[in-house]
C-alpha cells in the first residue's frame, strides 16, 4: 500500500455559516462572518424559509441550517 492521490477537489463558493436563531446575535454574528467572506444562511421560527433576512442572509428551514 502506498499514497493515493485523491480526485481533484469540487469548487467551492466558499465557506458557509448556518445560524440557528436570528435575532441580535445572529444578526451580528452573520456580519462578522459575511466580513471574512463567508456565505451566511440562518432559521429563525418567526421568518419564512425563502425570504431574507437583514443584510441579505437567506432564511431556510431548521434542517438545512443545522
Request: aromatic content about 4%; cysteine-free; charged content about 10%.
Given at each position: 500500500?502506498?499514497?493515493?492521490?485523491?480526485?481533484?477537489?469540487?469548487?467551492?463558493?466558499?465557506?458557509?455559516?448556518?445560524l440557528?436563531?436570528?435575532?441580535?446575535?445572529?444578526?451580528?454574528?452573520?456580519?462578522?462572518?459575511?466580513?471574512?467572506?463567508?456565505?451566511?444562511?440562518?432559521?429563525?421560527?418567526?421568518?419564512?424559509?425563502?425570504s431574507?433576512?437583514?443584510?441579505?442572509?437567506?432564511?431556510?428551514?431548521?434542517?438545512?441550517?443545522?
Amino acid at each position: 500500500m502506498g499514497l493515493q492521490a485523491n480526485p481533484a477537489p469540487s469548487p467551492l463558493t466558499g465557506p458557509n455559516l448556518g445560524l440557528v436563531g436570528y435575532g441580535h446575535l445572529g444578526q451580528a454574528t452573520a456580519r462578522k462572518g459575511q466580513g471574512l467572506g463567508w456565505h451566511a444562511i440562518a432559521y429563525d421560527a418567526s421568518a419564512e424559509p425563502g425570504s431574507r433576512g437583514a443584510g441579505g442572509v437567506k432564511m431556510v428551514t431548521l434542517s438545512v441550517a443545522s
